[in-house]
C-alpha cells in the first residue's frame, strides 16, 4: 500500500468524550501535516511534523488537541473533552523532501460526529 | 486565515467545455500554488502545481495560468467530461514554512453530459 492510510474512517463520539485518531503516513515521506475540513470549505491546517518533530501547531488547536509522531512514522491526533463543534473531517497528509515531486499525498480522512 | 480566495464556489459546465477556476492570493512570500480536486468522501489529491517563475503550466486537459503582479492564478480545464465532477481547491505555500499550505474555500464543479 503506498497511500496515507488513516482510522477510524468515522467516529461517533458523545460530548465530552475523547477520541483519537490514526494516521499512517507513506513511508520515505518525512513530512507529516493535520488538517480539519467542515462542509463547503477548504482544509484548514492544524499542524505538522517534520520526522518526530511537531514544527507548527495552528492557533485553531486548542489546548484539548494534541498530536504526537513517535518516532517519525505513524501520528495519532487526540481531541480531550469533544464538543460539537469539532465535528468535522480530519485529514491527514504527507509529503516527501521534493515537494515538486510529490506535493501532499491526502488520506481519506476521518469523519467525527459529536453528538 | 483568509489568505487564498477562490471563485467561483460553484459551476455548471456542459460536456466538452471549458471550466475556469479564479484564485488571488495575498502572501507575495508564497512560492507554490498547487491545485487539489476533491471526490465526495475521499481526501484532496493533487492536481497540478505551478511556481510564479512560470506562466502557464499544462498537464493534459488541465491548465495552469499563473499572473504573478496581479497575484493571481486560473485553472482550465478544457474539454470538460462528467468526470471532471468534483470539488476543486487552489492552494498556495512557502519552501520556509515546512511546505504548509494553505486551502481556498473550494469550487462544486459540475459537469453536465
Given at each position: 500500500d503506498t497511500g496515507v492510510s488513516q482510522d477510524p474512517r468515522h467516529k461517533i463520539t458523545k460530548r465530552g468524550q475523547n477520541v483519537t485518531f490514526r494516521c499512517d503516513p507513506?513511508?520515505?515521506?518525512n513530512r507529516l501535516y493535520w488538517y480539519r475540513q467542515t462542509l463547503g470549505q477548504g482544509p484548514e491546517f492544524l499542524t505538522y511534523f517534520q520526522n518526530e518533530a511537531q514544527l507548527e501547531k495552528s492557533r485553531?488547536?486548542?489546548?484539548?488537541f494534541s498530536a504526537e509522531r513517535p518516532k517519525g512514522s505513524f501520528s495519532t491526533l487526540e481531541i480531550q473533552r469533544?464538543?460539537?463543534?469539532?465535528?468535522a473531517m480530519y485529514l491527514c497528509a504527507s509529503s516527501g523532501r521534493d515537494r515538486e515531486k510529490y506535493g501532499y499525498t491526502f488520506g481519506s480522512g476521518t469523519r467525527l460526529t459529536v453528538v | 486565515q483568509q489568505q487564498v480566495k477562490q471563485s467561483p464556489q460553484s459551476l455548471i459546465v456542459q460536456k466538452g467545455g471549458i471550466s475556469i477556476i479564479n484564485c488571488a492570493y495575498e502572501?507575495?512570500?508564497?512560492?507554490y500554488f498547487p491545485w487539489y480536486q476533491q471526490f465526495p468522501g475521499k481526501g484532496p489529491a493533487l492536481l497540478i502545481a505551478i511556481r510564479p517563475d512560470v506562466s502557464e503550466k499544462k498537464e493534459g486537459r488541465f491548465t495552469i495560468s499563473f499572473n504573478k503582479s496581479a497575484k493571481q492564478f486560473s485553472l482550465h480545464i478544457m474539454d470538460?467530461?462528467?468526470?471532471?465532477?468534483a470539488t476543486y481547491f487552489c492552494a498556495a505555500s512557502k519552501?520556509?514554512?515546512?511546505?504548509k499550505t494553505i486551502f481556498g474555500a473550494g469550487t462544486r464543479l459540475f459537469v453536465k453530459a
Open positions: 507513506i513511508s520515505e515521506h485553531l488547536l486548542s489546548d484539548r469533544t464538543e460539537q463543534g469539532d465535528s | 502572501n507575495t512570500a508564497f512560492d470538460s467530461q462528467p468526470g471532471d465532477s519552501d520556509t514554512g515546512g511546505f
